[in-house]
């Protein structure tokens, strides 16, 4: 929200470290939409993040690499919970496999999103967030598949807005029980 304070990347310690806790401490207090696995997955390995960049072609911003290598490979967060760098499984799920990052980006939707845009997690029914890895202070998209009309003369990137000016201040916002949804939503369009 717009009243809320500026962080910056020396808030980042603090930032993990409430992180840690709402991932891997009393899951029922995690304010997440969606089925959550019952505990993230493992850490990465630097080596393991290292190989996914060179899947992605660009370097994580560093937020990210920390999470993905202190936390887990995703499993929790904002919405549904993070992507993963790597193909996860769970079994005896509706849905066995969890989202990943990669595999997403790899297959690039049908819009074409920007190569330099990352997925982060579903935002339900039609809608995803991605996190651009170019931009400066990498600001959190959201997207619509149904927020573009093709008989309007629109295109698929009218289902685009800007839904947090930096992925620090996406996070900032779900560490300190906010709703990312209310973020993005006072976000001009």
């Known amino acids: 929200m717009t009243d809320a304070p500026r962080r910056t990347a020396s808030d980042d310690d603090l930032l993990l470290e409430r992180l840690h806790s709402l991932a ?5 207090s995690i304010p ?5 696995p019952d505990k993230p997955f493992p ?3 630097i080596a393991e993040v290292e190989r996914a960049e060179k899947k ?6 560093q937020l990210l690499r920390r999470i993905y290598t202190e936390i887990g490979d ?5 919405e549904g919970g993070l992507a993963s760098l790597t193909p996860r499984r769970i079994p005896d799920w509706d849905v066995p496999d969890w989202p990943c990052a990669t595999t997403i980006h790899a297959q690039r939707p049908g819009w074409e999103s920007p190569a330099s845009w990352l997925y982060l997690t579903g935002g339900g029914c039609t809608m995803a967030w991605y996190v651009s890895l170019i931009a400066v202070d990498h600001p959190v998209l959201l997207w619509d ?3 573009w009309e093709p008989d309007w003369g629109q295109e698929p990137h009218d289902g685009l807005r800007y839904a947090a000016p930096s992925l620090r201040q996406w996070l900032w916002t779900w560490a300190d029980g906010g709703n990312v949804w209310d973020e993005a939503l006072a976000q001009p369009e």
């Open 145 to 147: 598949a149904d927020g």
């Open 32 to 36: 997440a939409r969606g089925c959550l």
């Open 56 to 61: 992605l072609g660009y370097r994580l911003p």
């Open 24 to 28: 891997w401490g009393a899951r029922g």
């Open 43 to 45: 850490p990465l390995t």
């Open 74 to 78: 995703g499993g929790f967060g904002p």
